[in-house]
């Protein structure tokens, strides 16, 4: 008999909010945390917003010397880590040895070290050898980053990185679903995070032309999903991480339960390198296949988070399959892309989408789309338009799309 596998912490950095309290507030009110680029100057680029996590001080999980070794991402996992462990009632200084040894990490990440390698790569060909750093390799390793949050908190049970382009986190969480509830541990901390906000990553994604160019000034309606007038995704930064655990296992420590994961499926179009499949096809399937795992019925569904980054396919593309997936029952089903206010976050969307889906159960309370303004007349579903709203949810389904024709989505249940 497979076992229950429950969330029992939340920690977010998201550019519209540090810590869940104020990250769920903000995006509730539908508060964007998109603005124009700060830590470089964006001057030479067409697209010059993006979702930065502006208000964070890495100084308060490490020192300047460490800062200097240590990419962006690992002092934002370091402290969504913190707060997940905090909100699920986790006190290290009480563990013993078998504690330290069973609790693992599984995270999802694009790349990680997106920004440290750049500045590796400028020491090295402005001739400048004798300064690169000695931890240029093992810094700019994607695998490093669940190193190291094992290594802040003291956690020898597994540590991984699943980089698997956008589904990454999504992906990451679905694997510790399913080895806790087959009964190979009993508890992760998993989750996602990326920080791309880069010189180099925004022009690679300009020649790609898959970024807005119209609103340098007028950054809060750049990310804006379903709309006629979209023109593509806001590159952006931030974590959230998840405790996930096996029901007895958090019953008997006392936790409080945030919402149930009951389902996960993941296929891949084998289509192509960065654009998806038109049709829908594999997208669709991979919805189907996480609500057969769940055992939930496309009636049941009241709640799907989106992937909505935006871009001109992939909204088409998306709504197509959950109205393939849904048959009649799509339209009336309430959705909504926490993009439109954060950005897109690349490998940590999938965590995003879960964390706000979790929160949505909880509360019983749908977070919007903002900047509603010009729906594509191919975006015809319920986009929960520019204001949220209350409803008591029971299922909800986060959904992921990633470069490479990947496809991943993700059950959750309200906890009864």
């Not at 979702?51 to 890495?58: A, K, R, S, Y």
């Amino acid at each position: 008999m497979l076992r229950r596998v429950v969330i029992t912490g939340l920690g977010a950095v998201s550019p519209n909010g540090i810590g869940q309290k104020e990250f769920w507030k903000n995006t509730c009110k539908g508060i964007s945390g998109i603005d124009r680029i700060t830590s470089f100057d964006p001057v030479d680029l067409a697209c010059q917003i993006a979702g930065e996590v502006t208000n964070f001080d890495p100084s308060l999980y490490y020192s300047s010397s460490d800062l200097k070794k240590l990419p962006r991402t690992v002092p934002l996992a370091v402290a969504a880590t913190q707060e997940a462990l905090a909100n699920a009632g986790i006190d290290l200084d009480s563990f013993s040895e078998e504690d330290f040894e069973s609790l693992g990490v599984l995270v999802g990440s694009g790349g990680s070290g997106f920004d440290f390698s750049e500045k590796q790569f400028e020491i090295f060909f402005s001739k400048q050898k004798h300064k690169i750093s000695p931890y240029a390799i093992s810094n700019s390793l994607v695998g490093m980053l669940s190193s190291e949050i094992s290594i802040r908190f003291g956690l020898q049970g597994r540590s991984h990185v699943i980089s698997n382009g956008c589904t990454s986190s999504s992906d990451a969480l679905g694997y510790a679903f399913n080895t806790i509830r087959y009964g190979q541990e009993d508890w992760f901390v998993s989750g996602g995070v990326e920080s791309c906000v880069t010189p180099a990553m925004m022009q690679g994604f300009e020649r790609m032309k898959v970024n807005p160019v119209n609103f340098n000034d007028d950054p809060c309606r750049g990310s804006r999903p379903f709309n006629r007038d979209r023109e593509g995704f806001v590159l952006a930064e931030g974590c959230w991480m998840i405790i996930l655990e096996e029901l007895e296992h958090a019953k008997k420590r006392g936790a409080e339960i945030i919402a149930e994961l009951v389902g996960y499926g993941t296929t891949c179009d084998a289509y192509h390198r960065v654009a998806i499949m038109p049709d829908g096809k594999q997208s669709s399937r991979a919805l189907r296949l996480a609500m057969k795992d769940a055992r939930v019925n496309e009636e049941e569904v009241d709640y799907i988070n989106f992937h909505g980054t935006s871009t001109l396919l992939n909204d088409k593309v998306e709504t197509l399959a959950v109205k393939n997936t849904f048959n009649g029952k799509a339209l009336s089903i309430p959705s909504s892309s926490t993009k439109s206010m954060v950005g897109h976050p690349q490998g940590a969307s999938g965590a995003l989408g879960v964390s706000v889906s979790a929160l949505s159960l909880k509360n019983g309370f749908m977070t919007p789309t903002i900047n509603m303004e010009n729906p594509d007349p191919e975006c015809d579903m319920d986009y929960i338009s520019n204001v949220g709203r209350e409803k008591r949810l029971d299922i909800a389904i986060s959904n992921c799309i990633s470069f490479g024709s990947k496809n991943s989505s993700i059950v959750l249940k309200r906890f009864e």
